[in-house]
């Protein structure tokens, strides 16, 4: 038996006082309920741990006494999480994976981010942006191991064992701690075809007469805002011929002529200044929404999500690079180029 699997091994014990289970103990079963969910079933989870399946069972049956409830369905061909187990599953990882970090930070003495960091962040920013960051990073702190979940969906950070999550919003759900990390400007924009073959908007409420295109994640659904240099909001409810989930499709099709978008400034950037997409209603403010890193609590933050944030930050600055390349555009050209359509 290997040593990691020898340091797995516990006897439950209670204190007499109180009669509550060891924080030791409680570790453990966690250890042992996740390997389970890892493994889909009792046998080969025992096999892992180098214990006996009636171990692991025993394990299973005193974790879901201490606490009230069934964490696992079982049946004579499968096994799987309940609803209880699958978040407490998910939790017992976060709280695993601190005491690793714990544990080796201890070891070496040394405040250095190490362990595994779970990240999660839309496509385009990730390969826009992340792609920028991360290798300085990495090299930063050698012995920090990433997990980047790249997609334009909202995750579940603790169902999905998720460190961190960015996110680009107007708002977020208030159950969350969200550090706000910069602005991210929208865009509407065309491509000079299809401009010229329909038209250009020169006011928001003239968008229902044309194609638009849109995000399906946009968390106002299809009712872009715009506000004009007095102050005054107009609310348009487009009705897209297309619905995408992710914004570089959308600019492609846009390229192409296929009809108006509204996206953030990083994902149409190259295509604002080679002037194959051209924008729009550039009198009027659109929505500004912000990137956020969103974690779950506060309290006991880990050295390692703390470090992650704050780099980024530093590396992004008041807004993201590409961003501000693109606003300088739109200062020095971008509203010639659409008045000139």
Not at 37 to 50: E, I, K, N, P, T
Not at 251 to 274: N, Y
Not at 286 to 305: D, Q
């Amino acid at each position: 038996m290997s040593q990691g699997n020898r340091g797995l091994r516990a006897i439950y014990h209670y204190d007499i006082r109180n009669n509550q289970r060891s924080i030791m103990d409680i570790s453990y079963a966690m250890r042992v309920l996740v390997q389970v969910a890892d493994s889909g079933s009792f046998v080969r989870a025992a096999d892992a741990l180098g214990i006996s399946n009636a171990a692991v069972t025993r394990q299973i049956a005193s974790l879901e006494a201490h606490l009230g409830a069934r964490l696992i369905h079982r049946t004579t061909r499968r096994l799987s999480l309940t609803d209880a187990g699958a978040e407490f599953c998910a939790r017992s990882r976060a709280i695993l994976e601190e005491i690793a970090d714990a544990e080796t930070v201890a070891g070496q003495g040394s405040a250095q981010p190490v362990g595994l960091l779970r990240v999660s962040a839309p496509l385009s920013f990730g390969l826009m942006e992340l792609a920028r960051f991360l290798p300085g990073f990495r090299a930063r702190h050698p012995q920090l191991r990433l997990d980047i979940d790249l997609s334009d969906r909202v995750v579940d950070l603790a169902n999905e064992g998720v460190d961190i999550a960015l996110r680009i919003a107007s708002k977020l759900e208030g159950h969350l701690i969200a550090r706000r990390i910069a602005p991210v400007s929208m865009v509407v924009c065309a491509s000079p075809e299809y401009l010229k073959r329909r038209g250009t908007p020169a006011t928001p409420g003239e968008l229902v007469a044309h194609a638009t295109m849109s995000f399906s994640y946009l968390w106002a659904g299809d009712e872009w805002s715009f506000t004009d240099a007095h102050g005054h909001l107009t609310r348009v409810k487009v009705n897209p011929e297309v619905h995408a989930t992710n914004g570089d499709l959308l600019r492609e099709l846009a390229v192409a002529g296929g009809g108006i978008i509204m996206q953030p400034t990083f994902i149409v950037a190259s295509e604002l200044k080679r002037g194959t997409l051209v924008p729009i209603l550039v009198d009027y403010q659109t929505l500004e929404l912000g990137l956020f890193a969103v974690y779950l609590s506060r309290r006991n933050l880990s050295n390692k999500v703390r470090v992650f944030i704050d780099e980024l930050v530093s590396a992004i600055g008041e807004e993201p690079p590409v961003q501000r390349g693109t606003r300088r555009a739109f200062a020095e050209g971008g509203e010639a180029r659409s008045s000139g359509v």
